[in-house]
């Protein structure tokens, strides 16, 4: 490799990883000061409630916000470097398996439909039809850096899908509040998000929007969305510097009766249990993927363990991923995800609480 290209590539790298939010193990943000590294990719609660921590604004800083879960520093861009450079990547002999899967919209696999239909559109963005309402996650229908590979392209216009009727967004990061498939039906449908994204939508003329705070909700013709708390973080600007906007998970409580937890990126905390006591969850919807290699992952994305001991913990009745199959950002093959999962429930006695999802294919949920 000449020198020209050996610097082209590292430059190519190091702007992917920071622009699509990979840098999270040298990018966070420090909620009380600088704190010993604690054995755990998290900060332990040590008996703090998540409801106290939303309520006293921890995750509120001057001008940005801050994550009460971790304890990683910002700035390691050397972090990035020895990931991609320094690091053996013991899955390459794997990569020559991952095959494009061109993605078709399919009738739910149910002969009787139910009320509530749940659809993996591509990576993270899910497509729920909830009674007489669509609720679309973390919409991307395109690829993201000309150098990424979509493994899932979209067969189809998404402009064909059923316009919306809200958008959830969980975070800034640019694969998942991603502008071009935010603006496929104009500016109709609602958009609910966390605080901190006002510039990007004030741009695109959605003013038909709704920003929640940790525990705050919003209500709709029956439905219930409630953001609350994750292990996570976003950019995306290396510039500006991180968390300018807030991150978080969502609870749905859906017209037609079920009550599904949207993960959204995050790394393992301890507080699943506090989620899981305070919302009777049917559905867990995890992301699942960019998640190896652990020493740079952790702190923000679950592996297939920590996702089954999450969903354990959360006391879900049924478990299904995304943001798998897409793009591959870790070192994991993009298949992967769903093998693994498979896995680690079988060892745990759960393989009955798998909800599989494939691209494409609504699944009704009862």
Known sequence: MTRRRFIRQMMRNVAGAFLLGL????AGTQANGPTPQS?????????????????RKMHHGDGVFLNPFSDIPKGRLSRVLKWKWFTKNQFKPYYAEERVTPVVLRDPRTA??????????????ILIKDADAHILIDPIFNGLLWFIEDFSPLAFDAAEMP???????????YDHL??????????????????????LFDDMGMT?????????????????FILIPCNHWTMRNPIVGPNTGLWGSYIIQTRSGATVYISGDTGYFDGFEQIGAEFDIDLAIFNL????????????????EETVKAFREL???????????????????????????KEALNQQGLADAYLELEHGQAVAYA
Request: proline share 10%; glycine share 10%; net charge negative.
């Open 208 to 224: 038909n929007r709704t920003h929640l705070d940790w525990y705050e909700q919003h209500y709709a013709n029956g439905r219930q």
């Open 39 to 55: 054995p755990q990719s998290y900060r332990p609660l040590n008996g703090m409630s998540l409801r106290d921590i939303a309520g």
């Open 178 to 199: 991603d502008i071009p498939s935010l603006g496929t039906w104009g500016t109709g449908p609602h958009i609910v998000s966390p605080p901190g994204y006002d510039d």
């Open 163 to 173: 316009q919306p009727d809200h958008i959830l967004i969980t975070h800034g990061h």
């Open 112 to 125: 009787h439909a139910t009320d509530l239909e749940i659809t993996l559109i591509k990576h993270a963005g």
């Open 315 to 341: 006391g879900a009745r049924h478990l299904a991923i995304v943001h798998w199959g897409t793009f591959r950002l870790g070192d994991e093959p993009v298949h992967f995800p769903p093998l693994a999962i």
């Open 23 to 26: 840098s999270g193990a040298c």
């Open 289 to 304: 993927g960019a998640y190896e290699p652990r020493w740079f992952m952790a702190p923000s994305h679950m592996n297939p």
